[in-house]
């Protein structure tokens, strides 16, 4: 388990600023953490770069159908970087009802957004980061007794300070720590072609772990299905 610093260390070795041995000052502690922590947050917007799906629940209150969502809302957890599927509904005798999550657009189409009903149905997430919060919007609004269980994408950690102890999943140390030598660059220092090559080669082999598995499927429209019973035959 490496260090922030340990990581910084090699990443400026590898653009030849730094020595094995040397050590950060004061200034290059703030400055260089900084960039790094920007450089983890443009990352978690990026799906294949997300190694795990949060699943988290929440109480509802009856007939109230928006709760914020972040550090401090009324779900006081990390803001989602976005919420997926499955998302559903659990009332007290443990039976789950899914909820289909509808876009801005959809959304908006629906003329009484605060009618009352029994279980909601549907879920948009408004992650407009009003005060550093998202909103989540349910249709029609919950009765008492509840609970909202959602999947989310979660940004990559960020780091407070550079002393702070690292444990990341296989391939990502390797993945940041060539990177962030590019990032750190920013044009003024020329990285070799064989530290650009195992950036792009390490964060490339990180989001071909991270993606979901695909599903093909054809339309049924263009599918001719056959019936077949102990009369007729296959």
Known sequence: MASVSTMILRSMRLTGEKERGDTLSTNEQTELLAELNTMLESWSIERAMCYQIVQESFSLSSSVGSYTIGSGGAFNTTRPVKIVDPCFIR??????????????????????????????????????????LGTIFLYPEPQAGLTLYINSWQQLQSFANVSTAVALPPGYQRAIEFNFAI????????????????????????????????????????????????????
């Open 91 to 132: 009332d007290s005798s443990d039976l789950d009802s899914p909820l289909k999550i509808l876009d801005a657009s959809a959304y908006g189409r629906i003329v009484q957004k605060n009618i009352d009903g029994t279980y909601p149905g549907y879920l948009f997430y408004d992650g407009a980061f009003a005060s550093s």
């Open 183 to 234: 990032e750190m660059s920013g044009g003024y220092t020329k990285v070799s072609p064989e530290v650009a090559k195992i950036a792009r080669e390490s964060k490339a082999a990180v989001k071909s772990l991270n993606l979901p598995d695909a599903f093909m499927r054809m339309d049924v429209g263009i599918i001719q299905t056959y019936t077949s019973n102990i009369l007729t035959g296959p």
